[in-house]
Structure formats: C-alpha cells, structure tokens
C-alpha cells in the first residue's frame, strides 16, 4: 500500500523558516517524480514543487521561487521541503504527492497534509 | 499561466442524478493534460480521470471525463451519498500546472 507521510509543519514567524519530511512506502520511491501542493485555509489547491526521481529535473512556483528548496533522499525513501523567508500568504496545508510514471504532473498520491502557519 | 474556470460553484442534486461539471481553459491544454481530483472535507484530494478522460485505478466507472482544446467535462453519472465533496481539474501540460478553483457536489 503506498503511504505519504508529511511531518514538520507547525507555527513560525513572518522570515523565519521550516523544513517539512515526506516519509514514503510501499513503492519504489527512487523510480517516481515527486511533488508538493498547497492549501490554504477554505482555498484551492496550488502546486509548489516537483523534483524528479534522481533530482535532476527541479521546479518551483513563482509564489516560492528562491525561498524554497525541495529535495529528495531516496535511501531514506524521504522527500523535503527547506521554506526560508516565510510569509504570511505561505499559510496552508502542505501535501506530499506522488507523480505516476510517464506522468509528470499528475498527482495520484497524496499524504494527509502538514499544516503551517506564518503569523506573528 | 492557464487559467481554469470551474462552473456551476456549487451543484445540488440527488442522489441517482446525473452531474455535469465543467472546466474551461484560458488557452488551449496540450495533448488534453487535464486532469480531474475529489476532495472531501478534512481529507487529501483523490485522483479520479488524467489525460481527459483516463480513470485513475479504482475509481468507479459513474465518473468519466471529456472534452479537449479549452472545454473539458466531468460527468458522475448516478450520484451517490458519497460523492458529496469538492472537485478540482488540473492542467499540466503547460508551466505551470494550475488547478481550477473547484465545484462543490452537494447531495440533497
């Protein structure tokens, strides 16, 4: 059964940064694209990032763009998202989702959502 | 950036009804990259249809997507108690992908 399990959200102030983990199993992690999708509180869904299976191919949003950094640890089976210079419109449910092969921007799994807030 | 626009806001049928949901694209998606997500309160979104009109593994056959160019469709084609929740399309076959601002089910 495949699992996504994102931790690492929490309560930080406008600047300050937070690094959230995806944990993966039951799937080759190595052999998929992996992404993060935000939600703000009662909005839609937005896509923030994608970094392909060996990480060579990274993409980012505008919105995030030089704040954030993904990356990947594909022998701890691991997904990360580094956010600096955080800002209050950076508020919302950050999911983990998996692309499936040939693919690449469809999301056919997600985890449950970290949330994290940007408040003084 | 493609923006998508999701019609009617809100739906409000009954159960064994037909529903037809609606998005339409700024500009023309590519090789129909649209895609279609269920998301109910308090839970992640669930992949339904990619590519239009292709069923995601283990989704019943009452959902169903199409269309192409600029107008694509999600049809449910007798609802059920559970299909109440929030619906998403997604293009992704231009950077960057963007989602519509979803159309919400409601069973009566």
């Known amino acids: 059964e495949v699992q996504l399990v994102e931790s690492g959200g929490g309560l930080v102030k406008p600047g300050g940064s937070l690094r959230l983990s995806c944990a993966a199993s039951g799937f080759t992690f190595s052999s998929y694209s992996m992404n993060w999708v935000r939600q703000a509180p009662g909005k839609g869904l937005e896509w923030v990032s994608s970094?392909?299976?060996?990480?060579?191919?990274?993409y980012y949003a505008d919105s995030v763009k030089g704040r954030f950094t993904i990356s990947r640890d594909n022998a701890k089976n691991s997904l990360y998202l580094q956010m600096n210079s955080l800002r209050a419109e950076d508020t919302a449910v950050y999911y983990c989702?998996?692309?499936?092969?040939?693919?690449?921007?469809?999301?056919?799994?997600w985890g449950q959502g970290t949330l994290v807030t940007v408040s003084s | 950036e493609i923006v998508l626009t999701q019609s009617p806001g809100t739906l409000s049928l009954s159960p064994g009804e037909r529903a037809t949901l609606s998005c339409r694209a700024s500009q023309s998606v590519s090789s129909s990259y649209l895609a279609w997500y269920q998301q109910k309160p308090g839970q992640a979104p669930r992949l339904l249809i990619y590519?239009?009109?292709s069923r995601a593994t283990g989704i019943p056959d009452r959902f169903s997507g199409s269309g192409s160019g600029t107008d694509f469709t999600l049809t449910i084609s007798r609802l059920e108690p559970e299909d109440s929740a929030v619906y998403y399309c997604?293009?992704?076959?231009?950077?960057?992908?963007?989602f519509g601002q979803g159309t919400k089910v409601e069973i009566k």
């Open positions: 590519g239009a009109s």
């Open positions: 997604q293009q992704y076959g231009s950077s960057p992908q963007t």
């Open positions: 970094i392909s299976s060996s990480s060579t191919y990274i």
């Open positions: 989702a998996r692309s499936p092969k040939g693919a690449a921007g469809v999301f056919d799994y």
